[in-house]
């Protein structure tokens, strides 16, 4: 039984940062594929940054170049820095894990990961 649980979430002002954590449990980090999703209230649940097995990483046009996903298989961590955070990254944040069977341009395809923690939320004011 897979189990994602994550943390960091937290509220900050524009400009802030957050790190965000997931820790995984049954589940082998580097077997497979992981992301981060968010999802705003009204809005649909959208990929924020995805690493493959190979230790790619990809990244939403909204977040490049401000935020960093990064895995420890050693601790079974998923981590994701946040910087220059802006109002619009307000939301509930979601780690998701899947197979590596699919192929790397539907990194950020929410439907492909069937796991998923309970979401930790953020929340950026101007």
């Known amino acids: 039984q897979v189990q994602l649980v994550e943390s960091g979430g937290g509220s900050v002002q524009a400009g802030g940062s957050l790190r965000l954590s997931c820790v995984a449990s049954g589940y082998t980090y580097n077997t497979g594929n992981m992301a981060w999703f968010r999802q705003a209230p009204g809005k649909e649940r959208e990929g924020v940054a995805a690493?493959?097995?190979?230790?790619?990483?990809v990244y939403a046009d909204d977040v490049e170049g401000r935020f960093t996903i990064s895995q420890d298989n050693a601790k079974s961590t998923l981590s994701l820095q946040m910087n220059s955070l802006k109002p619009e990254d307000t939301a509930m944040y979601y780690c998701?894990?899947?197979?590596?069977?699919?192929?790397?341009?539907?990194?950020?395809?929410?439907?492909?990961?069937?796991?998923w923690g309970q979401g930790t939320q953020v929340t950026v004011s101007s």
């Open positions: 690493i493959l097995r190979s230790g790619t990483t």
């Open positions: 998701a894990a899947r197979p590596s069977i699919y192929p790397n341009s539907w990194a950020l395809r929410r439907t492909t990961y069937n796991y």
